[in-house]
């Protein structure tokens, strides 16, 4: 419950700067979809991760990586004796695994209607 507030009581909403950090990156559209896959399904190479992503377009999803990795969420590792490029989450992205968990749980319980 809520206590009232009087007209001299002054409440500082601001956000906290790696509150606002974190939302910024989860809250982008494809990321938190990228994020998860590649905890479901470990490192991948591009073309597997498009695959599972299909209404994503190349050209977003080569930036979200981008940005993903500028972030320290996810590692690109390049192969010089080839062209394969895979993508895998860093220890920080991996630490994200419960937090996706508990947003799976909670759309599950809230949005149980809405279809795959």
Known sequence: MRQAVGVEDEINYYLCPKFEKTFSFLGKKWN????DVLLQEGTMRFRELARQIPKCSDRV???R???LEQDGILDR???PE???IEYSLTDQGEELAPIMHSIHSWSEKWYAGLKK
Do not use: D
């Open 32 to 35: 938190g979809l990228i994020i």
């Open 61 to 63: 999803l080569v930036e």
């Open 65 to 67: 990586l981008r940005e």
């Open 77 to 79: 590792q390049e192969h």
């Open 82 to 84: 080839s062209s394969l």
